[in-house]
Nanobody, 121 residues
Framework: QVQLVESGGGVAQPGGSLRLSCAAS????????MAWYRQSPGKERELVAS???????NIVDSVKGRFAISRDNSKNTVSLQMNNLKPEDTAVYYC???????????????WGLGTQVTISS
């Protein structure tokens, strides 16, 4: 069974930095797409950043210049480096991936359980 596990969440001051990591494990053949989403209380879940197996990345405008996404295909991991954090970055951050399992021909969507990020002075 495929599983996504996030780590690296916690508390930081405004202007500080955190690095989130997501590790995919299980009977993985190939990961086509990995992304980070976040959800704040009272708001819908929103995309933060994504990356494809070909190496292309997408960062939403609200965090562009502060966040960076990176992927290690050999280790089945994706990270989100968050710099110059702001209070509005406070949210639960979720890892999302499209993964093809061994002995299958179609990729499916998977989600992690989320990690809390709190920005407060």
């Amino acid at each position: 069974q495929v599983q996504l596990v996030e780590s690296g969440g916690g508390v930081a001051q405004p202007g500080g930095s955190l690095r989130l990591s997501c590790a995919a494990s299980g009977t993985i053949f190939r990961i086509f797409y990995m992304a980070w989403y976040r959800q704040s209380p009272g708001k819908e879940r929103e995309l933060v950043a994504s990356t494809t197996i070909g190496g292309s990345t997408n960062i939403v405008d609200s965090v562009k210049g502060r966040f960076a996404i990176s992927r290690d295909n050999s280790k089945n991991t994706v990270s989100l480096q968050m710099n110059n954090l702001k209070p509005e970055d406070t949210a639960v951050y979720y890892c999302h991936a499209q993964i093809q399992e061994m002995a299958t021909s179609t990729p499916y969507d998977y989600w992690g359980l989320g990690t809390q990020v709190t920005i407060s002075s």
